[in-house]
């Protein structure tokens, strides 16, 4: 299967997409994942816009992302199935994913948004406290870089709900509910 998981930071994506890719037998492939890396180890300029945005705490343009999902989509694990977290976040990167996917011989199966509400993704961000690079005492998830996100990701949510809705494969999940709550109904409407 192929699964994207779609909602704002702190909703539990990360959590829920390793429960899920463990239990199908999947790798789980993230966006944060992807920018961390390149902003390590990339000494081009598609590490210098990933390092750039980890330290404004904004997300990486369209084009870089676009390079980076483009690598990983072409590895040939991709194709026997993964579960995907923190992309796509704008319409744009769903047409960007659905055009690859059919590229590469398969599409997303489903979409689990999970909701959350902005106070309680603010609460589990600040709890988080997740560096801004390995090492680093510069805090990722400080208040002005978690309210730039949630804005950011807020004014594309309602386009990417809009665009996977009628492609049939939205499944709504409230992420407000206890942790094995939401796991329990993930694998009862995708299983």
Request: with cysteine; charged share 25%.
């Amino acid at each position: 299967m192929h699964i994207v998981f779609f909602g704002p930071e702190g909703s539990g994506k990360g959590t829920q997409a390793k429960q899920l890719g463990d239990k199908l037998g999947v790798p789980v492939l993230t966006s944060g994942d992807l920018v961390r890396v390149a902003a390590a180890n990339d000494n081009g300029l598609l590490g210098e816009a990933c390092r750039q945005a980890l330290t404004s705490g904004i997300y990486v343009a369209d084009a870089e992302m676009f390079e980076l999902w483009n690598r990983r989509l072409g590895q040939p694990d991709a194709a026997a199935g993964w579960i995907m977290d923190g992309f796509p976040r704008t319409r744009q990167q769903a047409i960007f994913l659905d055009k690859k996917t059919q590229q590469y011989g398969y599409a997303v199966d489903k979409v689990l948004h999970i909701t959350l509400s902005e106070e309680e993704s603010i609460r589990r961000l600040l709890a988080r406290a997740r560096p801004l690079l390995p090492g680093s005492s510069e805090l990722h998830d400080s208040p002005e870089r978690i309210q730039r996100r949630l804005a950011s990701y807020r004014r594309n949510e309602q386009p990417v709900l809009d665009f996977y809705n009628k492609l049939g494969i939205l499944v709504e999940i409230n992420g407000e509910q206890p942790r094995e709550v939401v796991h329990r109904e993930i694998v009862s409407k995708i299983l």
